[in-house]
């Protein structure tokens, strides 16, 4: 089998979730936004050769959803159309439809879009690159509020940007390197949501805090906010099904039937996220710390008046009010998923384990115990003993423990990750 990548595989990249604290929604429509890496949920993509096929095969047990496509498939595929999509900063409408034909019998399902940024990614970033396996992990909720989509595709854009030697270096992802991962993943969730802001993808390229903003031109302006407090807080998942594309057109539908209505909405979010941006860079200050409860608890309700909330997410606001433990907003694009509740300054501890208690036992909602900001997207190569006493991580039925206890990027780690 002829395999022509410009990287020695296998190897393994990782990029993390998100927690947007200010501004989700809102950021579609340039608002401002402030968003932190989730350091340790994260999305983990094998690139192996494959035993016995020379095509391209993907693996995403995530979603119970596995596919080839033989080199007959991938070659059908116009070049010309292909070469298109290197200066465009959408999804080609061309090879959108070409895709169309390719995934018809998955049309409408959730795989579909997973497949489509796949191969999106791929056919524009290193066609040629033959007789592979991609298989992804994550220990992210997958379509829970934490950015499991920007996190798949900052991924595959990291991933094949190795195959085709674009990034070659094994010292470090270089600030070019970055931005061209920042691009391509964005595409990738435009693939899977329609209209991204990019905040999403920005966060799990660079890792860290962001405050962001989109620009009218399409041009994103984040600055990275350092020493981002390790705000104490619970990340509750309610594990209601929802999709961020649905509830994002749901916004985009009221502000253009409504847009008196919406703007003002809108604009409020923008001023709550100027506002949170200036007191998380000063947290110190005690003083401040109400007012940022205030401001989580304004976001909240702005985004209920936009339709993104759902009963489920309003159990947790209503549970942290009644036990005065802080303040709850959703997080993500909301419709279920997640919320998170920052914690009073000297809060109670018996009710904040009443809390925890309540959300689990009485609701089986899942609390994420996570430390804020930290490593983005990054890179290990595999040498053989390490390849195989991790494959199995990525094949078996490994718990989401297990693949963080093997694989997380942190200081101590037994790999070497390029970051
Ligand atoms: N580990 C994964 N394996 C396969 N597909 C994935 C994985 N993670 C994300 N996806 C793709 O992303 C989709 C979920 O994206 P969606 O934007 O709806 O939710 P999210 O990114 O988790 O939340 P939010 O956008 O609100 O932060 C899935 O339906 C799938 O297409
Ligand atoms: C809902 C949204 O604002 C955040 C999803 O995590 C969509 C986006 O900004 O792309
Ligand atoms: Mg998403």
Redesign the pocket.
Known sequence: MTITTAVPTPFIVSAPG?VIIFGEHSAVFNKNAIAASVSSLR?YLLVEQSEDFDGVELN?P??N?DSRWSNDDINKINRDVIKETSTLKHVCPKLKEQLDFVLKDLKDS??Y??AL?FLYLYLSLCPDARGLKFT???T?????????????SVCLALAFARLNGHISSNECISKEDKEFINHWAFIGECC??GTPSGI?NAVATYGNAVRFQRQDDGTTQFHQINNFPQLPMVLTNTKIK????ILVSGVADLAKRKPLIAEPILEAMDQVAIRGSELLSDISKDIHYDELLELIRVNHGLLVAVGVSHPGLEVIKQLSDELKIGQTKLT??GGG?CAFTLLEKNVDHSSVRKFHETLHEKYKYQIFETGLGGVGCCFTELRTEEFKSLKHLFIGPATTQDISLALLPSPDSTLSWVK
């Open positions: 998100k999305t995403f995530d979603i959803y959730l795989n879009f997973a940024s992804v992990k994550s992210l909720p997958i379509g829970a509020g934490l950015g499991s989509s920007a996190s798949i899977i949501h999403d929802r999709s961020t594309k993500g694009a998923g």
